[in-house]
């Protein structure tokens, strides 16, 4: 219910901290996909991770190279470049101090302040990509 209620918000403009809508096109059918996600903002970067790990938008994001954001009526075109899993760790460190509430479940009981080898463990799990804008 909630993501519901957030993905409408979005869609009128209004960005739950960080929420977009992202579009992608489908790997196999070339239509646009719209989900629902975080944009995380940490050390002058933006990304996106993949909370529930190897879904659809992950594989048709990897497929595609890039794709839009949604908030309100301003679209924003992006490259995505996939973080290895040795860069992960702090990214998925401030996602999970931002919106372990919302997503904690997802995260095997580590949380923000698990130890990094907790983080490191995990991470291989978590796809996690840079937003990169022209």
């Given at each position: 219910?909630?993501?519901?209620?957030?993905?409408?918000?979005?869609?009128?403009?209004?960005?739950?901290?960080?929420?977009?809508?992202?579009r992608?096109?489908?790997?196999?059918?070339?239509?646009?996909?719209?989900?629902?996600?975080?944009?995380?903002?940490?050390?002058?970067?933006?990304?996106?991770?993949?909370?529930?790990?190897?879904?659809?938008?992950?594989?048709?994001?990897?497929?595609?190279?890039?794709?839009?954001?949604?908030?309100?009526?301003?679209?924003?075109?992006?490259?995505?470049?996939?973080?290895?899993?040795?860069?992960?760790?702090?990214?998925l460190?401030?996602?999970?101090?931002?919106?372990?509430?919302?997503?904690?479940?997802?995260?095997?009981?580590?949380?923000?302040?698990?130890?990094?080898?907790?983080?490191?463990?995990?991470?291989?799990?978590?796809?996690?990509?840079?937003?990169?804008?022209?």
């Open positions: 219910m909630l993501n519901g209620v957030v993905s409408g918000a979005t869609r009128l403009g209004l960005g739950f901290w960080g929420s977009r809508v992202l992608v096109r489908g790997r196999k059918s070339g239509q646009w996909r719209s989900t629902p996600v975080n944009l995380l903002s940490f050390d002058g970067k933006r990304y996106l991770v993949a909370p529930r790990g190897e879904t659809q938008w992950v594989r048709n994001l990897r497929a595609a190279g890039g794709g839009e954001l949604v908030l309100g009526r301003r679209t924003e075109a992006f490259r995505a470049v996939e973080l290895s899993d040795t860069e992960k760790p702090p990214v460190r401030a996602y999970l101090k931002r919106w372990k509430a919302e997503v904690g479940i997802f995260f095997d009981g580590v949380s923000a302040g698990s130890p990094e080898d907790d983080l490191a463990r995990i991470a291989p799990r978590h796809p996690v990509f840079s937003v990169e804008t022209s």
